[in-house]
C-alpha cells in the first residue's frame, strides 16, 4: 500500500515537467499598432424623465367612497361566512388571540380560518359557525348582532 502511495506521489511530481515538455514555445509577440488619435466622445443620450415613485412625500388621492364600502377594496369589506367585514375580522383576531389556530389575520374565509374556528367551537363548546364562535367568544357582538336565532330553539 506504501509503494503504491509512493508511486502515486512521484507521479503527481512528474506531471507539470511532462506537460511543458509537451507544449510548443511561445512565439514572440507582434509589435503593437503605431498609435491612432482617440476619437472625440459622444455626445450623452437625451434625459429621460424620471418614474414616479411610490415612496412620495406627497398625498396619495383617495377613492370615492360611500362610507359603507372600503375605497380600496378591502377583502374584509364584504365579510365572510354570514358576517359582515367588521365582524369576520374581529372573529379573526380574536380566534387568533386566543390560539385557536390561525396566526394571521387575512379578511378570507381559507382553510386556516375553518380550522380555527372548529377548534375554537370545540373549545367553547358552541355550533361548528362562524356566527356562534363570535358569539361566543364575547367580545362585544350578540345573537341579534350576527342574524343568529337564540339558542333555545323556538319560543311558543
Do not use: H, Y
Not at 98 to 107: A, W
Request: aromatic share 2%; net charge neutral; with cysteine.
Amino acid at each position: 500500500m506504501k509503494l503504491r502511495m509512493l508511486i502515486v506521489a512521484a507521479g503527481m511530481l512528474a506531471l507539470p515537467a511532462m506537460a511543458s515538455a509537451q507544449d510548443p514555445p511561445p512565439a514572440p509577440a507582434p509589435a503593437p499598432p503605431p498609435a491612432e488619435p482617440m476619437p472625440a466622445p459622444a455626445a450623452p443620450p437625451p434625459a429621460v424623465p424620471a418614474a414616479a415613485k411610490d415612496s412620495s412625500l406627497e398625498p396619495k388621492p383617495v377613492p370615492p367612497s360611500d362610507g359603507t364600502t372600503c375605497p380600496w377594496g378591502c377583502p374584509t369589506s364584504s365579510g365572510a361566512a354570514g358576517l359582515t367585514g367588521i365582524q369576520f375580522l374581529a372573529l379573526q383576531q380574536e380566534v387568533r388571540d386566543q390560539k385557536c389556530g390561525n396566526n394571521r389575520v387575512t379578511g378570507r374565509l381559507d382553510a386556516a380560518t375553518r380550522i380555527s374556528i372548529r377548534n375554537c367551537a370545540r373549545r367553547l363548546g358552541v355550533a361548528n359557525n362562524a356566527a356562534a364562535v363570535l358569539v361566543a367568544l364575547d367580545i362585544g357582538f350578540s345573537a341579534s348582532d350576527v342574524n343568529m336565532p337564540p339558542a333555545g330553539g323556538s319560543e311558543e
